[in-house]
């Protein structure tokens, strides 16, 4: 099973998502804000004073708008995504494994019945795929 470096799940949308904080939170404190409406950086630059006097202005770069439709949708998606993600990956796995397991035991009454060619199910689309699936979502590839 994969290392657990995360908060503990189950993690909450406030309020079932309805609230207009769209905040996320363990049982036990905040994790992470969805971002929603005007999105873009605020950042500090030197202004003057007409008498010359420097001061610090605060400024905001406007990135684009993320509507609230949207944001709702993607902050649902982030909880249930991360609290399924475990039993969802346990559960492939043991899929991979029996699909595995018939497939050889197919292949060899094959082999002993028909004198058929011997076949690996590693070579398998399906198999390459839910290898593929596997270690992406147990972090052994890149987060893209």
């Keep these: 099973m994969t290392e ?3 908060t503990a799940l189950p993690w909450h949308a406030c309020n079932n998502g309805e609230c ?3 905040s996320i939170s363990s049982k036990h404190h905040p994790i992470a804000t969805v971002e929603h409406g005007i999105w873009g950086d605020s950042f500090p ?3 003057y004073h007409p008498n010359g ?3 610090i202005d605060m400024n ?3 990135y684009g708008e993320i509507p609230e439709e949207e944001a709702r949708a993607n902050w649902k998606f982030i909880v249930r995504a991360c609290n399924s993600h475990y039993e969802l990956l346990e559960m492939l796995e043991e899929l991979l494994t029996d699909y595995i397991d ?3 035991m197919m292949n060899d ?3 002993d019945s028909y004198n058929a060619k011997s076949e690996s199910p ?3 689309p399906i198999v390459l795929k839910a290898r593929a699936l596997i270690a992406k979502a147990r972090g052994e590839t890149d987060v893209t």
């Design 4 to 6: 657990k470096k995360h």
């Design 20 to 22: 207009s904080c769209f």
């Design 45 to 47: 630059t030197i202004a």
């Design 53 to 55: 006097a420097p001061y």
């Design 60 to 62: 905001f770069m406007e």
């Design 102 to 104: 018939v497939f050889d």
């Design 109 to 111: 009454y094959a082999v």
């Design 122 to 124: 590693d070579d398998r």
